[in-house]
């Protein structure tokens, strides 16, 4: 199983024939069985005389350090692992699902490793941090001693923290190896949580975006979201266990995993950067027998067999977690955990048959108000008016509907699941509902009615649940130990719409149960792809090879390309033990972290400012700018895209009703509405950023013909020959053509989808410069080779149309290139110099 084998020379001074000798042999051998062997810190003199011997056969060998080399290794490790988790992708759809949806979120915010389940997520992070673009080499976040810095989360792009950096403006200082850097997921400035100051230089090394909690933030989240505020703070303080263990000189090599960052030398200006990144050991404190009376325990562990059971009746299987799930390398991994948890979780519910879809029938509860309110805030977030009806209702397009859906941490839905039409407030809080709430049967209702009717009190003549009973009712329920901060905070978004807040009706109940299973549909989908591996539905099997071979070829239409064996695949993912399977069988616990681990990175935007109130609602024109804010994020952004599909989350029976207030864009024609996003919005589907960037390169070649007719056939026209002036006529019909059927596309859209006063509509237009210049653009070839107006030239009208056509190319500084303006200013200036130079007017 070896695969790398390196070696330290930075005490090496030199080799004598015997030893060189020895090490031609190992190398030899080492080369016979696929092992690469890797130098650092060798001399140039000794490296060139291993050379002269065969020892060394390339440069590729050869680290600078041993941090390179480790960093080096990391990342050829992490391609082997990328690799074969795509080849367990394509054993099973469900699997491919899932690997969507996690980067569906990994791509929109940077909180998966903060919040460790859903419950912690519950409710609106985004209301209470502001965002920060960062430039590489430009941002300092902080720097030692400051006081009252806010507390920073990488989203995209990467931080440094260093003990020093050079003088501004010193040329012979270089930059030091930093203690760590920092990417998504990863705080910076952990120190402002408990009002010290920062201890380090922080730099951005890669250009990105962070989020950043203000000290009145951070205030409002913690009196208005305990939860949230708590979860944050572990994930801080989980981090900062990881940092320390890097300050350990004794620390295990073995008890840290290299944090992969490949920044080139020449752009980090000669900054030497490996580094290396912990992980965090999560111990729980044991609950002292003394303090919670026997009566009251809930779960036991049988130590020989980690079986969960209880002391009471509950109403599925007991929770078999096997052996590998409290070994060492996965405890200090709580993510994987507790999503391993959830996995188990889904499996209980699906034992109660609550993923049953016989019919649509079934009662789906009603949302609290604090969801309902985030929603609402979803909606305005991402909601657009039109340009010129700024009094209109606004309206959620539905390029953005799947980003409001994640806004409110709704993970579990992938963006061609979507319905594919713009949303009213009134539909969005109506999807929102049935995308946080699953239906529940009859059978179902009945569990959960028996459960309250156990635990009911009298209530001012109602009967109704206390609060503090609820965990206690939903560990019967399912089976398994629930987390009670968590099961408090969720149970609480309910108890609000009650007096008093301490009870709960029974349909609040069964409306924190149905949340529960919304949220657990996901891993039930994944589970079935794990259960068609395993050939039953238990999750004690362990996988062998022969069932593996099995998967493979009922897939074969996915998995005709991999070539892996599969004993390799089962020792590859047999990662929690070491390999002790040899191959040869793998336990159900590390089968689920081969799906559950994230080795990407994220790519997208991070969301915009939240807006509490209709009042807020951006224009068209702010979401293009939003949108466009670098062509390096179009390909990010096209992951949570429009879908094409017309296939909805619900049944086609629960399908939302249109509104009675629909804004104009919704009323307008279905050609225009696809017109404008087409050719004006290339953020709102993957076939719009082709045909707009199309346009653009389209105007790139007129640009390019402009100059280069001058320049091949001269500035006289009439001495053309009659190959050239075809040649040129030809090139200037196309591009006429192509223009004029854009310009009236466009035009008559936007006159259509204002069908009450189309004349304004069309004033508008021509009100945007752009649209102007692409007019004249168009104007002149026709009043040249159509009309033949000669006085065109004499009033210096045609240099001018001509220069339009060039400041056609400022559209592309709309959609994310800013230096286009000052190039396309350059371009004017030179031309038509020329063009002044060479006519004679």
Known sequence: RLKFLVFDAKSLDGMDASGAMSMLKLSRKANQRGIRVFWSGLKDDLAEEMKHRHILKDGGQLFEDLHSAMTHLEKRI???????????????????????????????????????????????????????????????????????????????????????????????????????????????????????????????????????????????????????????????????????????????????????????????????????RGVSEDTEAEEDDDVIPTEHHILQKVSNSREIRRTHEVLCSPIVLGDAFNRESLTKLPQLQTRILEMHFARALGELGFFRKDSAEGVLPELPRVLLDDLRVAFYTFAQRPDDQPTAVPVLPRARVIEGLLYVGIFHILADEVCGKD?????????????????????????????????????????????????????????????????????????????????????????????????????????????????????????????????????????GEDTTPMEEMIWAADWIRRGEGGGQHLDTCSLLTVFLTNLQRGKGLLPPKCVMSEEGVRPDKAWRRHANRGLKNLASMSLIKDACSKRIIVDDDDAPKASTSQSTISQSPGWATWVVDHFERPESSCSAAVIVYG???????????IIAEPIISGSDKEAYSSEEFAIWLGFDIFFAVVFTLELL????????????????????????????????????????????????RTLLLERFARLGRIMKLCRLKSYGCPFVAPLTATLVVILGTYMLQSEAV
């Open 695 to 705: 346009m653009m390169g389209i105007v790139v070649l007129s640009v390019g013909v």
């Open 78 to 276: 992490l391609q082997y692992k990328a690799q074969q988790q795509r080849e367990w992708m394509n054993l099973h759809p469900a699997f491919v699902r899932d690997r969507k949806l996690m980067e569906q979120r990994i791509n929109f915010e940077p909180f998966r490793e903060v919040f460790l389940s859903d419950g912690a997520r519950l409710g609106c992070p985004w209301r209470y941090c502001s965002r920060l673009s960062i430039k590489s080499f430009k941002t300092m976040l902080c720097v030692p001693g400051d006081l009252h810095r806010p507390l920073y989360l990488v989203h995209t792009g990467a931080v440094a923290v260093l003990d020093a950096v050079p003088e501004e403006g010193s040329k012979d200082q270089k930059w030091q190896r930093p203690r760590f850097v920092l990417r998504q997921g990863w705080f910076v400035n952990a120190n402002s949580l408990v009002g010290a100051p920062s201890d380090g230089y922080a730099v951005a090394v890669e250009d990105g975006e962070v989020l950043f909690w203000t000290e009145e933030q951070w205030w409002h989240m913690a009196n208005e979201h305990p939860l949230m505020m708590m979860e944050l703070s572990k994930a801080v303080m989980r981090q900062q266990g990881s940092h320390h263990l890097h300050r350990d000189p004794e620390a295990r090599v073995e008890d840290t995993i290299t944090m992969a960052a490949d920044i080139e030398e020449e752009e980090a200006d000669g900054l030497a950067m490996s580094w290396m």
């Open 423 to 559: 949303l009213s407030l009134e539909e969005f809080l109506e999807l929102g509902r049935k995308c946080h709430l699953a239906r529940l049967g009859k059978e179902q209702m009945d569990q959960i009615e028996t459960l309250c009717c156990e635990h009911e009190h009298d209530v001012g003549g109602q009967t109704m649940l206390l609060v503090k009973d609820v965990s206690r009712m939903l560990e019967k329920l399912l089976g398994i130990e629930m987390d009670f901060a968590i099961n408090d905070a969720v149970t609480h978004a309910w108890g609000k719409e009650t007096f008093p807040h301490t009870h709960v009706t029974h349909m609040q109940f069964a409306g924190i149960v149905s949340w529960y299973v919304k949220r657990r549909e996901r891993d039930w989908k994944l589970l079935q792809g794990v259960f068609d591996m395993l050939g039953c539905e238990k999750l004690t099997t362990e996988l062998t090879p022969a069932l593996l071979q099995d998967c493979r070829t009922r897939h074969s239409d996915e998995t």
């Open 745 to 792: 596309l466009r035009l008559l859209a936007h006159m259509a989808m204002s069908p009450k006063a189309p004349c304004i509509a069309g004033f508008m237009f021509f009100s945007d410069p752009m649209n102007v210049l692409d007019f004249i653009a168009v104007t002149e070839i026709y009043f040249d080779h159509v009309f033949h107006l000669p006085v065109l």
